[in-house]
């Protein structure tokens, strides 16, 4: 299998699997014919209606609205706790728990033609190898885990993927970087100071906190998507809405800054690469689609998961296997780390644990 690059053509027959997927998806994307509404994940968390007493999954409306606004069609996953009492964290070293969520996760994330990972509570620090700040507020890692596992594999399989606030940071750390856990608290002294990014007390959507957004000078994709083509060059974008306290720290290997805030806390990332289309943002288009270069974030992202839409994803099958064992290297590798990795539970279930919903669990 060969690849042209920048620098030629390369063979890839020795390359990692990222690569060799990533070649098979160039290569495939002519192959059949696109949907006109590509199929877009939205991760639908778990929650509580009437008072606490109707457990429901939803997924988060505003962005559902934009995909179907911007020419796609919003395909829910529900976030799934599959064993009652167990701590996830046992997902990394427990094999056979770990083939029957990867089954699911497979049928679920093969067949989507582009992926939003959504806003939220704070990811769970164990996640990138840190003890909780004070500041750090309560973890679903239910959640944290089993889209851990989605965006990784959105990743390798190099589905078009849109991170919001809390997506752009998962993002983030799935490839090996960190989070400010409390960015009034950890923020660098010796940087400029910091802005206000998230309404102090109750948070509701009608007290958003905003501030302009400068994009770094060169090509990205996310300002093709926001200035659109054949424009006249945009420097900043509007007044962004921005609700977070946590920020990327560091940038995971692989991934370019293309935005940030005028104090410099990270706004915007991507990947460049001739086979993928991987944009987080840390601030809040799904709120602002009226304004066209917002909504522009959507349109790049449907139209990037159309040409996706054409592969077909029944020839993954010679992949399978070792899709399965990267992923499990990424868990060794977390285990691995010289750092200690903090577990909730501590002790591993028995083996009678059954696998069924968690009638009491709560989205953060």
């Not at 778990?46 to 409306?61: F, K, S, T």
């Not at 934009?66 to 964290?89: K, M, Q, V, W």
């Not at 958003?208 to 957004?213: A, C, G, S």
Request: glycine share 8%; proline share 8%; with cysteine.
């Amino acid at each position: 299998m060969e690849l042209q690059t920048r620098h030629g053509v390369r063979d890839l027959q020795d390359a990692p699997l990222s690569e060799r997927i990533a070649a098979w998806v160039v290569t495939q994307h002519q192959h059949q014919a696109h949907r006109s509404r590509p199929r877009i994940g939205i991760l639908s968390s778990g929650g509580y209606l009437r008072e606490g007493g109707w457990p429901v999954y939803g997924g988060d409306a505003p962005t559902v609205h934009a995909i179907l606004e911007a020419g796609g069609f919003p395909y829910l996953l529900p976030t799934l706790p599959l064993i009652e009492a167990y701590d996830p964290f046992h997902l990394l070293t427990d094999d056979h728990t770990f083939e029957v969520v990867f089954e699911l996760l497979w049928s679920l994330v093969r067949d989507l033609d582009g992926l939003v990972l959504t806003g939220g509570g704070d990811l769970y620090p164990g996640l990138y190898r840190q003890l909780p700040h004070p500041q750090t507020e309560s973890s679903d890692v239910w959640r944290d885990v089993w889209e851990r596992y989605i965006a990784l594999l959105a990743w390798i399989l190099c589905i078009p993927t849109l991170g919001i606030c809390r997506g752009m940071q998962l993002m983030n750390i799935v490839l090996g970087g960190t989070l400010y856990q409390d960015l009034q608290a950890e923020w660098p002294k010796d940087r400029p100071p910091l802005l206000l990014h998230r309404v102090r007390g109750r948070v509701s959507p009608f007290s958003w906190i905003t501030h302009p957004v400068l994009l770094h000078p060169g090509a990205s994709l996310l300002a093709e998507a926001v200035r659109g083509k054949g424009e006249l060059d945009r420097r900043y974008l509007d007044p962004v809405l921005s609700m977070h306290h946590q920020a990327v720290e560091t940038l995971a290997p692989g991934l370019i800054l293309s935005a940030s805030s005028p104090e410099g806390v990270i706004e915007g990332f991507e990947e460049s690469s001739i086979a993928r289309w991987w944009v987080g943002v840390q601030f809040h288009p799904e709120w602002m689609t009226h304004v066209s270069w917002s909504l522009g974030l959507f349109t790049a992202l449907i139209g990037a998961s159309r040409a996706y839409s054409a592969i077909p994803r029944e020839e993954l099958g010679p992949f399978l296997d070792e899709i399965q064992g990267w992923l499990r290297q990424r868990d060794r590798a977390m285990i691995h780390q010289p750092a200690p990795l903090p577990l909730l539970l501590g002790s591993r279930p028995s083996e009678q644990t059954s696998f069924m919903p968690r009638s009491s669990w709560r989205s953060s």
